[in-house]
């Protein structure tokens, strides 16, 4: 894996993370997971927990990125996840 693949799989994985963790439009899929297991329930937690749907996060995207980084599709979807979270800090540091 060359550092670009590696770069772009670290900021798709930065905002997959924060997607699923903090992100409005997956309110309803930590809702669900909370009603469905319970507010106090470990699963309930993860979702809310980047350090935890981190792991998660990285052990789907590592294996792409190590058989598929080098194709044009990855790298085009990387490089739009990683953006958007780029995107994403920039905006909550420069308001």
């Given at each position: 894996?060359?550092?670009?693949?590696?770069l772009l799989t670290l900021g798709a994985v930065c905002?997959?993370?924060?997607f699923i963790t903090k992100d409005e439009l997956a309110a309803g899929f930590r809702s669900w997971v909370?009603?469905?297991f319970g507010d106090e329930s470990k699963i309930?937690?993860?979702?809310t927990c980047g350090?935890?749907?981190g792991v998660w996060a990285s052990?789907?995207?590592?294996?792409?990125?190590y058989l598929i980084g080098g194709t044009t599709g990855f790298q085009a979807v990387a490089m739009t996840l990683t953006l958007s979270y780029l995107v994403g800090?920039?905006?909550?540091w420069l308001d």
């Open positions: 894996m060359n550092a670009v693949v590696f905002r997959i993370t924060r909370a009603d469905r309930s937690y993860m979702v350090w935890c749907t052990m789907s995207v590592v294996p792409l990125a800090l920039a905006t909550t």
